[in-house]
T-cell receptor, first 115, second 114 residues
């Protein structure tokens, strides 16, 4: 059972380059999320989706875009990479949107460096 | 935005010692969650708390939802090497609300000294 799979694990980008962070889950979860984790900080929500075709901004959406064409996939797009986007990115999913008995399942993260 | 103050920031302990960490907030939270993150991996849920005063155990881990709804603690008894990692508290202000409303603490880095 793969759970939440993120690719790539590591990436180095030059300023202004673009890339897509991939996230796939095989648990048929409706809800999917993208977080970023900066050193010594908690997780900050970038975008989330409550189902295929629906996405919403989180706390720190600027500089990112997402799409949700299928239940399984939730890619995160960086169009013009900036040093401030150097971070570890985590994708997560949950069966429902309720915090009751619907814990987040996290992927193993993508470590992105922008130089 | 909502703030969760998690302490301590890091802990250096000897194997076998008990560990205690906590999270506080100036706002009321209706759900408290404790996650652990191993190096190179994503956070994994340890304990979820849904009622004020609730005390829940998971093996050597015990967590409590504070009566005031503004704090929670996590205790680990008789620490072992695999307890090393970063522990995050997380809370939700809306009852039954989803993860879009989750606030995470900054984490407690647990280090076990030989």
């Amino acid at each position: 059972n793969a759970g939440v799979t993120q690719t790539p694990k590591f990436r180095i980008l030059k300023i202004g380059q673009s890339m897509t962070l991939q996230c796939a889950q095989d648990m048929n979860h409706n809800y999917m999320y993208w977080y970023r984790q900066d050193p010594g900080m908690g997780l900050k929500l970038i975008y989330y989706s409550v189902g295929a075709g629906i996405t919403d901004k989180g706390e720190v959406p600027n500089g990112y875009n997402v799409s949700r064409s299928t239940t399984e996939d939730f890619p995160l797009r960086l169009e013009l990479a900036a040093p401030s986007q150097t971070s570890v990115y985590f994708c997560a999913s949950s069966p429902t949107g309720s915090s009751y008995n619907s814990p987040l399942h996290f992927g193993n993260g993508t470590r992105l460096t922008v130089t | 935005g909502q703030q969760l103050n998690q302490s301590p920031q890091s802990m250096f302990i000897q194997e076998g010692e008990d560990v205690s960490m906590n999270c506080t907030s100036s706002s009321i939270f209706n759900t408290w969650l404790w996650y652990k993150q191993d190096p190179g991996e994503g956070p994994v849920l340890l304990i979820a708390l849904y009622k004020a005063g609730e005390l829940t155990s998971n093996g050597r881990l015990t967590a409590q939802f504070g009566i005031t709804r503004k704090d929670s603690f996590l205790n680990i008894s008789a620490s072992i090497p695999s307890d090393v990692g970063i522990y995050f508290c997380a809370g939700h202000r809306s009852e039954g609300g989803g993860a879009d409303g989750l606030t995470f603490g900054k984490g407690t880095h647990l280090i076990i000294q030989p």
